[in-house]
């Protein structure tokens, strides 16, 4: 039995480099099976309880699709309307009924706190899949899972590495949790580029000096990349603006394209962008003449998304061991 079997996963606060290395262990042993070569009907019988009450398309399908790969079944909750929140009930009552009829619960929410504020009526584990501004662990998982991969085609670790993170630094939940996991690391380089309004914020920045790497804080794109391993790029969260005016003064301020890239970047600098990118003329923050770049990690991100999240599904319903067990013809 792991630290997992049971729990809650709602920040990345709780996992250490062992739970890390753990979930990516078991992600890695769901590679045949995302990819169809074989069968698994180990979450055969369970349900997942699927509650996106915020727009969502990857974490939601991935969750979906890697409980379905399990063998188990989805029963999907989309937005607010559909949902008796919107009659005033509270996220506690909301748990405390519709966790009887799941095994599992994945969640968004767009107030900061809100899953963990569900997982306390709840009776099975809970995983938090974004809240508000605040957190969105299994996206950091598979934003670190996918850089651990993208480096060590090149012979390096995490370790040691530099990284540029760009753009609404204060909305974006995936750069948050990404750089709390990254401070369990040693010797790593920050480049965090934001409009100074949209800074990372002062308790992200506190936890990755307590950890001893160092910090560059710039408002300027170009000449900041050329020693970036890692450029990690985000789109300006409008959602969490208090007026679309306010948003559109950031829009598009930072633009990475072919030109831009080759000029500044090393060869073989890694882009990541957690999507969605928002490809209207006023932002484009990843310009698609990199699309076929061999360097465009972001669909492999969202590859290893599907992994990630069968990794928790198994692992919070304590039949990661299982899998060959319950193999069934493809
Ligand atoms: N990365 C991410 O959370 O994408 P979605 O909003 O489409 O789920």
Do not use: W
């Not at 992600?27 to 074989?38: I, V």
């Not at 504020?117 to 899949?129: A, L, M, T, Y």
């Not at 480096?151 to 974006?172: E, P």
């Not at 939940?173 to 934001?194: A, E, G, N, P």
């Amino acid at each position: 039995m792991t630290q997992f079997e049971g729990s809650h996963i709602l920040s990345v606060n709780q996992l250490d480099l062992d739970a890390i290395n753990t979930i990516f262990n078991v992600a890695h042993k769901m590679t045949p099976y995302a990819l169809r070569e074989k069968r698994t009907k180990v979450l055969d019988g369970a349900i997942l309880g699927n509650l996106f009450f915020e727009p969502s398309t990857r974490t939601r399908v991935s969750f979906g699709c890697a409980f379905n790969l399990l063998g188990g079944a989805v029963r999907e909750t989309v937005g607010m309307g559909a949902s008796s929140l919107s009659k005033g009930e509270s996220l506690y009552d909301t748990a405390r009924v519709l966790s009887t009829y799941s095994d599992v619960i994945a969640m968004r929410h767009p107030d900061a706190y809100s899953v963990e504020e569900f997982s306390k009526g709840s009776r099975v584990p809970v995983i938090n899949g974004g809240d508000g501004s605040n957190e969105h662990p299994t996206q950091a998982l598979l934003d670190l899972f996918t850089i651990q991969k993208e480096l060590a085609h090149a012979g390096r670790d995490i370790s040691g590495m530099h990284i540029a993170l760009v753009g609404d630094l204060k909305y974006g939940r995936t750069v948050h949790s990404l750089s709390r996991l990254l401070c369990m690391y040693k010797d790593i380089q920050f480049t965090l580029i934001s409009p100074s309004e949209l800074a990372m914020p002062d308790y992200v920045i506190a936890d990755i000096e307590k950890a001893g790497h160092k910090i560059t804080i710039t408002e300027q794109l170009e000449g900041n990349l050329n020693q970036a391993d890692i450029l990690y790029l985000t789109r300006i969260q409008e959602e969490r603006f208090p007026s679309q005016e306010e948003a559109n003064k950031y829009r598009g301020k930072f633009r990475l394209n072919h030109a831009i890239y080759t000029q500044h970047c090393k060869s073989n600098t890694v882009i990541m962008h957690p999507l969605p990118r928002d490809s209207r003329e006023a932002a484009n923050e990843l310009d698609n003449d990199l699309n076929s770049h061999p360097s465009l990690a972001i669909f492999r991100q969202a590859d290893n998304g599907l992994l990630i999240r069968m990794a928790l599904f198994a692992l919070t319903l304590g039949v990661e061991n299982q899998l060959e067990k319950y193999e069934c013809p493809v």
